[in-house]
């Protein structure tokens, strides 16, 4: 399966947003990261719906969106009409409603996703494989927090989501990792089994470096 580099946009220069997401399209990135908090999920807020079709007006990358509040369900409305084509991630933990939510998201054109923080166990994931088209396997909690380090235990649990997914014949399934992925986690985590890397300032967005040289790297790197 192809590598997916997905940056963070909460990660650019925000009052250059459009010049950012333009490196994005010369770096040719897969999906852009966009991450929705509200405190009731995550110790912050960040990024607002509103910015989502300003984004599709000057880019057909698909969006990851991943959002980070308590009971999903209660912005769902707001939510749907920007899910077409984008990843649309939820957190398990975050919600009792999730196989709805993920219907619809679907039903609205998007690709739902399962997000784990790292200390779920991935046993949440098997009813819910017919109805997601990602995993997101958080290398630590959600939010600015203290990241786990990447030690056996996370690679174990990569191996044996990627084992999940082609067991039950869903090795469609993209398996994304997140939280402060640079070159050496994202060559690590690859080689567990993952295809997708979010990036932030641990990899594409250093100061003083170019983004688009830090993603043409980072691909050389992991190959």
Do not use: W
């Not at 957190?91 to 009792?96: M, Q």
């Not at 219907?103 to 779920?120: D, E, F, H, Y």
């Not at 994202?186 to 688009?212: E, I, P, R």
Request: glycine fraction near 4%; hydrophobic fraction near 40%; aromatic fraction near 4%.
């Amino acid at each position: 399966m192809k590598d997916l580099l997905s940056p963070s946009i909460m990660c650019a220069d925000l009052l250059n947003l459009e010049k950012e997401i333009r490196l994005l399209i010369e770096a040719k990135v897969e999906l852009i990261h966009f991450d929705i908090m509200d405190t009731t999920f995550t110790n912050q807020t960040m990024l607002p719906l509103r910015m989502i079709p300003l984004i599709k007006k000057i880019t057909n990358i698909p969006l990851d969106i991943h959002v980070m509040i308590d009971k999903p369900e209660r912005i769902l409305e707001t939510l749907l009409p920007y899910c077409e084509n984008n990843y649309v991630e939820i957190h398990v933990e975050s919600t009792k409603e999730i196989g709805s939510i993920f219907q619809q998201i679907r039903a609205a054109g998007g690709k739902p996703a399962a997000v784990l923080n790292s200390g779920t166990p991935i046993t949440v994931l098997e009813e819910l494989l017919p109805h997601i088209d990602m995993v997101n396997l958080i290398l630590g909690n959600a939010g600015f927090c203290p990241r786990q380090p990447l030690d056996d235990q996370l690679l174990q649990k990569i191996a044996k989501v990627r084992k999940m997914l082609d067991d039950h014949n869903r090795s469609d399934v993209v398996l994304e990792v997140d939280g402060a992925v640079s070159f050496e986690t994202a060559k690590l985590t690859k080689k567990a089994g993952a295809n997708s890397f979010v990036l932030g300032t641990s990899s594409v967005y250093k100061d003083g470096l170019s983004v688009v040289e830090q993603c043409n790297s980072l691909r050389d790197y992991i190959k």
